[in-house]
């Protein structure tokens, strides 16, 4: 079975500090990772994932994460806020290879962005 | 731009009522997923279909849901009858079938039972 545990459902910022949004999972088998924005009255966008290979990896909007192993952990960052960031980030992990596509998803974490 | 897209955005109904949610994947995808948002349960999922077969649909209400593919380019979720506990947003996604593969979202249909 797999979980993900994000700390903190609603996290304030300023514009122009460090996002740090942090997501813990748990996985039997080697997770593919996954973090998704939902702004208001929309679905869910893919901001960035982790499968395999490098484990700091990039999405849209500056956003990075990294896959850390040994903590379980795939913690979302950007290193200055925009007041467009505002909307609430989903962390989600999937079992990785063919047969698996059951996503489980995070509580959600809403930013707010104060100008 | 390929995009999933669900009919209709919003949908207030009565108890009691039948309502049919409709979803386009993106062409091409094999994999469809039905999933409820709410503020207290968050993201639940709800069923799933690869090629046009459902997988897995234990986390729907027999009772009252039921979801098919008709063909490769539709997808519906039913609720017969409707309950005010079924006001949530309805969002669809689609994927390749690669299995781990990336979901991709529709803009979510909200309904309001009342």
């Known amino acids: 079975a797999q979980s993900v545990t994000q700390l903190g459902s609603h996290v304030s910022v300023s514009e122009g500090a460090l996002v740090l949004l942090r997501c813990n999972y748990s996985?039997?088998?080697?997770?593919?990772l996954f973090w998704y924005v939902q702004y208001p009255n929309q679905g869910l966008q893919l901001l960035l994932k982790?499968?395999?290979?490098?484990?700091l990896v990039k999405g849209i909007n500056g956003f990075e994460a990294e896959f850390k192993k040994s903590e379980t952990s795939f913690h979302l960052t950007k290193p200055s806020a925009h007041m467009s960031d505002a909307a609430e980030y989903f962390c989600?992990?999937?079992?990785?290879?063919?047969?698996?596509?059951?996503?489980?998803f995070g509580k959600g974490t809403k930013l707010s962005v104060i100008p | 731009d390929a995009r999933v897209t669900q009919t209709p955005r919003h949908k207030v109904t009565e108890m009691g009522q039948e309502v049919t949610m409709r979803c386009q994947p993106i062409?091409?995808?094999?994999?469809v997923f039905w999933y409820r948002q709410t503020m207290m349960q968050g993201l639940e999922l709800l069923a799933y279909?690869?090629?046009?077969?459902?997988?897995?649909d234990s986390g729907m209400p027999k009772d009252r849901f039921s979801a098919e593919m008709p063909d490769a380019t539709l997808a519906t979720l039913k609720i017969q009858p409707s309950e005010p506990r079924d006001s949530a947003v309805y969002f669809c996604?689609?994927?390749?079938?690669?299995?781990?593969?990336?979901?991709?979202f529709g803009p979510g249909t909200r309904l309001l039972v009342l």
């Open positions: 996985s039997s088998v080697p997770p593919y």
């Open positions: 989600a992990v999937i079992n990785s290879g063919a047969g698996s596509y059951q996503l489980t």
């Open positions: 062409l091409g995808h094999n994999t």
């Open positions: 279909f690869r090629n046009r077969a459902p997988l897995d």
């Open positions: 982790y499968t395999t290979g490098a484990t």
């Open positions: 996604a689609s994927g390749l079938g690669q299995g781990g593969e990336t979901q991709y």
